[in-house]
């Protein structure tokens, strides 16, 4: 097997929608992608809803943290193919130079973090989490390793575009 496609996912906070992300690349990916997530302005915590609802569906989450982008612009960081970034912050503001000049797209999530009450907190994070694997159902079945980073990109953008 091939070197697996890296793969970040940005939100401002980290804490919800790129959590959600990085657990549904890897647990879908199946060794085939290797995903992080980071935050522009991390929270330092995990939102427990968000952890709730991998759990629920039984999508591993150990080791799940709330951390900066900036961890990943250093030259000892993983070298990443492609950034997701998954909030219209995130998509806004200057990132940091990444090494290797991953490819890039915007998956906007609305944020189900601060969606009052709880009830509807869990529903929101429900409808995140569903729109994300049908996201990254639909790029898994691509054929990246064949792809070039254009074509992924575009595939990518496609993607968001018709969910």
């Not at 869990?122 to 054929?143: D, G, M, N």
Request: one cysteine or more; a negative charge.
């Amino acid at each position: 097997m091939s070197k697996p496609i890296d793969i970040l996912v940005l939100c401002t906070g980290n804490s919800a929608r790129s959590i959600l992300g990085e657990a549904l690349f890897n647990d879908l990916g199946a060794g085939r992608v290797k995903a992080w997530s980071a935050g522009s302005k991390p929270s330092g915590t995990v939102n427990p809803v968000a952890l709730e609802t991998l759990a629920k569906h039984g999508v591993p989450c150990e080791g799940a943290r709330s951390k900066s982008w900036e961890e990943f612009a250093v030259p000892s960081a993983p070298t990443i193919d492609f950034i997701f970034t998954v909030c219209g912050n995130a998509a806004e503001e200057t990132c940091p130079v990444w090494p290797g000049h991953p490819t890039t797209a915007h998956w906007g999530i609305p944020d189900p973090a601060h969606v009052e009450p709880m009830e509807a907190r869990r529903e929101a994070f429900e409808v995140a989490y569903q729109s994300l694997r049908k996201r990254i159902e639909a790029f898994l079945a691509l054929p990246l390793e064949s792809m070039t980073p254009q074509e992924s990109a575009l595939a990518a953008r496609r993607i968001h575009e018709e969910s």
